[in-house]
Structures are given as C-alpha cells and as structure tokens.
C-alpha cells in the first residue's frame, strides 16, 4: 500500500515537473514573439476581422484630422489640380484599366490597397491609377498614353540589371533553345550549365527548379522537415517568404500556420528558443529584413499616420547572421536564406556573400530568371536527398510540370554568364557606398527645405519615411506620379531601381522627388497642430471603429481627449 502510494507520488511529482518544463518552454516561445501584432499571426487574424468600413467622402476626405476649413481648401485645390492632371495626361491608359478591372482580380485587389481603405473610393474615383504600360527602355517605362515615367518599381525586383539587359537575355536564350521548343522532362543543356554556376554562386552542392520563389521556399522547407524529423518553420515578423501556408500565417492567409513559428528577429530570446526547443526544422532568413527587421513590407495602404520607420544598421545584421549561424549548427537546424529578392541585389554571390555568413539552404528568384519566371533552391547535398537509401519507399516529393522550362532555363543561363562579365561586374563596383551617398544626398536636400520626409535604403531597396505627424502621407504616391517616377502598388513603401542608373538618372529622380515633396506641402496634406501626433492619429482610428462597432467605448475613449470628426458614412 506505502509503495503503490510512493509509486502514485513519483508519478505525479514526474508528472509535475514535465508540466512546468512544457510550461518554462511555452513561455520561452511567448517571450520570443515580437509584441506587435506583426508577432501574433492569430491575434492579428482575429483583429483584421473585427475592423469595420467606413469612409470619408466629400469634405471630410480633406478634414479628417479636423484640418482647419483654409487648409481642407489648400488640399482640395491639390487635389483636384491632380486629378485634372491625371486625366489629361492618363487617358488611354486609365480607360484600359477601368475596363478590364471588372474580370481582373489581382487589379481589383491593387486598386483597392494602395491607400488606407478609408479614403480608397474618393481617391478611386478622382486619381485612378493606370496599370497598362506599352514599353520600357533604359531605366524607365511608357504607359499607353506616351507618358515616360523613370521606374521605381522594379518589377517586384526582377529588374536588377536593367529591362533592355532581360530583353536580351530573352531573346538570346529563346534562338538558343528555338530547336528543342517547349519539350519538358529531358532537359537543354543550358540546364546543365546553370547547375554547375549555381554551384559556384551558392557554394554548394544541389540545384532545384522551380516555377516560382513561392515554390523554392516551399520544397527548402519540405526537405528540412523531411531531413530532420521536425515540425516547425521558424520565420521572422514581418519577414515575407512568399504566399504558400506555413509562411505566410496571420492576416492574408485563411487558415492558421500551425506549424510555424514567427519570433522576432535580432533578439537574444529568440536565440534561446533555438537553443531550446526540439521541434524545429529549419530557420527561414529574408535578408531584406534587415531594412525594417520585425516589420512587414512597407505599403501606404497602411501608412495611417508618420511611425513607418526603417534602416539598416550592417553590423548589427551581420552579427545577427552569425548568431543565428552558430545556433543552427549547434542544434542540427537547417539555416535557410531567402534570397529570392535579394540574392544578386547586394552582391554577385547574394547575401551569403554580402553578409559573410553561409546558410545551408539558399532560394533564388526574379531577377535569376533572367526576365522570364522562376525560383531556384541550392543546398547541401544531404538536405537536398529527395530519397533514403537505406528505406526506398520514404521518399520527399517536388514536382512541377514546367521546372526547368527550356525558354527560362536559356535566359537563366544568359544571366548567369553576364554575371561574369567586366560591364556587369563594374555596376557592383562600390554599390553601398553609391546609393548610400544617394539616399544621403536626397536626405540632405530634404533637410535643407524641411520637408517632413526622409528616405531609408538597403543599397537599391529603399523606403520613403515620414517626419512629422500626418494622416495624409500617403497622397505623396500621385504627386510622384504626376512628376513622372512610376512606383508599384505599395506606393512609397518600397522604391527598387535597378543597378544601371546613372548619376544623370538619380539626379532626374531626386528632382522629381523634390518637386513631388514641395508641391504635397503647398497643398496642406502635412498641415499640423499640436494636438495631432502619431499617437493620437492612432487612437484617434481606433476610436473612429469603435464608434461603429461600439460607440460606449468610443464615447469614454473620447473623454480621454481624443478629439474625432463626425462619423463617417458606412456601407450596407
Ligand atoms: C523573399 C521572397 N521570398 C519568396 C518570394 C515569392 O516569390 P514568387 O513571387 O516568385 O513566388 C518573394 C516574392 O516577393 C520574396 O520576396
């Protein structure tokens, strides 16, 4: 009876002390989730779904921080001297867009995000944006009007060495290939060259290919968890890996990424749970991250006040690198680095060699397609094994009918070789301190005439921030356009030029850019008085909300000192 009780008192003191391991470890991984939103993808989910629409329409759309009457007058002014300007100067290439919006979804998509949703229908109405160009030559690009506009946008950074370099690449590769046609399975032997390249680039063994970066991340993931027996995919706030599940989970993605965890990136916690925990199968790099770490990709559908902030700071990334390298190997984890965006963009050999820090695991795309579609994983060879010697029916499967498409293969190969060449490897001769002195000398002249902007740049990839407390920010992407610099959907979140610009054609963008920045000032967009600051315009939203959702709790938000226009029109 004493020893089935002493054995009954061992079990539950066991018991115990696996519960308060499993509880030491859960809040190990809690404190390693950065406290934004952009941390808890659950939590955001469940946020996102509770946010109500309004708008403001009318003259609320040029008061909506309770702007005095001059000023909404100032604004309305611009704004209607800008939506004249755009319809003169955009016709053909707007009307095209209407059109094909209605069977488009992806256009729908971009025309509804490009500002903050709830002035996305007045601005819609009176400053549509054309999506439809006719051409592109040296650095800029022409929309169906015969409108030149400097490129800003870089092709979501496929365009590294400039459009008329990709058209080349296409078109060589495409004579080279024109014998064997659209045949897939058997490969050109293009394929071959560009394996062995890759080799050399990445530093290691095996080449995949793939149809997208999605699809390169996809199976870097697949072989580490099939390699190392391991659940989850550790990936960094903020940082964007594509759209498929496991890596994109929060808002965006319907169904809940259970066996992800997103930690903040460059912290000590996050090294502890590496260190700790059992579970993981890979750790997933974006370098670009290292531009704004634990922030999502910038885009001015949510630029609702001025705390967008970003910089890159090198040592401190290039310590975190190694950090993470380190642990990795401690713990067996396969350290993955995303490059698809930023492989070839800071260096020849991307960030393995920019950074000095080589992963296990690497994804290339965009721009390694030389102009056509792909994604490419390279890896050690016993990460990239798709099968067991010693148990042949366990096996890791990637498929994909077009992998190796002889077309994106040939102009890969292009790419590949030019790579190599004098007049390509002199565009790398002193990249960061160049566009560093860019970004710095556009800072200056900014200062100089205190305009409330700034620019913040990881060598080519910059990001337009915000000095001074303003709802209105994100009004400077039509001015931008009005003076001729074409920008992607996500506005001044994100600028990428290609290598080939000239000092010539920085200093015809600066121009513009100053012009852009002076004209959105006169107009009042940055009108401010002391009541309005980041925080408030925060709350001042939140409170905007609640009145529709809960208007008790907005009316004691009130009470607070949150000052608020009147309530909005809202949608049935
Ligand atoms: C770092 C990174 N990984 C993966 C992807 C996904 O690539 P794709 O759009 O070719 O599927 C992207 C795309 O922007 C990316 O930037």
């Not at 859960?26 to 509770?50: D, E, F, M, Q």
């Not at 010697?389 to 498929?399: G, V």
Request: charged letters at 20%; glycine letters at 8%.
């Amino acid at each position: 009876m004493i020893a089935s009780l002493a054995a009954a008192g061992a079990v539950s003191c066991g018991a115990l002390s696996v519960a308060a391991l499993k509880a030491r470890d859960r809040l190990a991984l809690s404190r390693a989730k950065h406290p934004s939103l952009t941390g808890h993808a659950r939590i955001a989910r469940l946020v996102a779904a509770r946010v109500p629409y309004y708008e403001f329409a009318g003259e609320q759309f040029f008061a909506s921080d309770d702007a005095p009457p001059d000023v909404a007058l100032r604004r309305r002014k611009g704004f209607s001297d800008l939506a004249q300007h755009y319809a003169e100067r955009f016709p053909r290439t707007r009307e095209l867009t209407g059109q094909a919006r209605t069977g488009l979804s992806d256009l729908q998509f971009t025309s509804a995000y490009r500002v903050p949703f709830q002035y996305t229908r007045f601005v819609g109405r009176h400053l549509g944006v054309g999506t439809f160009l006719q051409s592109s030559s040296g650095v800029t690009v022409t929309d169906l009007d015969g409108n030149v506009f400097y490129d800003l946008a870089g092709s979501y950074g496929v365009n590294l060495l400039g459009y008329d370099f990709y058209k080349d690449c296409m078109q060589r590769g495409a004579a080279e290939v024109h014998p064997l046609g659209p045949v897939l399975g058997a490969y050109h032997p293009v394929v071959a060259y560009n394996v062995s390249r890759l080799r050399e680039i990445s530093g290691l063994d095996e080449i995949s290919f793939h149809m997208s970066g999605t699809e390169a991340v996809m199976q870097a993931v697949r072989l580490a968890r099939y390699h190392t027996g391991r659940s989850h995919v550790v990936r960094f706030a903020g940082a964007y890996h594509g759209w498929w599940d496991d890596v994109q989970p929060g808002i965006g993605n319907p169904v809940p990424a259970r066996n992800t965890y997103t930690l903040t990136d460059m912290s000590e916690r996050t090294l502890r749970v590496l260190r700790k925990r059992r579970d993981i199968a890979c750790v997933l790099v974006n370098p670009l991250q290292a531009l704004h770490p634990n922030a999502a990709a910038p885009s001015d559908s949510s630029l609702v006040d001025s705390s967008r902030s970003a910089g890159f700071d090198r040592d401190a990334y290039t310590r975190w690198l190694h950090a993470l390298r380190t642990v990795c190997t401690e713990r067996g984890i396969p350290l993955i680095f995303d490059d698809v965006f930023m492989g070839f963009r800071l260096a020849p050999g991307g960030s393995a060699e920019f950074f000095g820090v080589r992963p296990d695991l690497v994804t290339y795309g965009k721009t390694v397609g030389g102009g056509f579609p792909v994604g490419v994983l390279c890896g050690k060879a016993d990460l990239m094994r798709r099968y067991r010697a010693e148990h042949p029916a366990d096996i890791c499967l990637a498929r994909g009918t077009f992998n190796a498409h002889p077309y994106v293969m040939a102009a890969m190969a292009q790419f590949l070789q030019r790579l190599e060449t004098p007049e390509v490897r002199r565009l790398y001769d002193n990249l960061t301190e160049t566009w560093d002195a860019r970004a710095q000398w556009l800072n200056r002249a900014l200062a100089n005439e205190n305009l409330p902007v700034r620019v913040a740049n990881l060598s080519t990839v910059w990001t337009v921030c915000y000095t001074q407390p303003s709802r209105y920010n994100w009004m400077l992407q039509y001015y931008l356009r009005a003076e001729g610099l074409a920008l992607s959907w996500v506005g001044t979140g994100r600028l990428i030029f290609s290598l080939n610009y000239t000092e010539d054609d920085f200093a015809a963008v600066a121009e513009r850019f100053l012009a852009a920045v002076r004209a959105m000032q006169r107009d009042g967009w940055w009108w401010t008085d002391a009541s309005i600051a980041t925080v408030p315009i925060k709350r001042r939203i939140l409170r905007e909300m609640l009145e529709l959702r809960y208007p008790m709790a907005a009316r004691l938000l009130a009470r607070n000192g949150t000052r608020v226009s009147e309530p909005k029109s809202r949608l049935a």
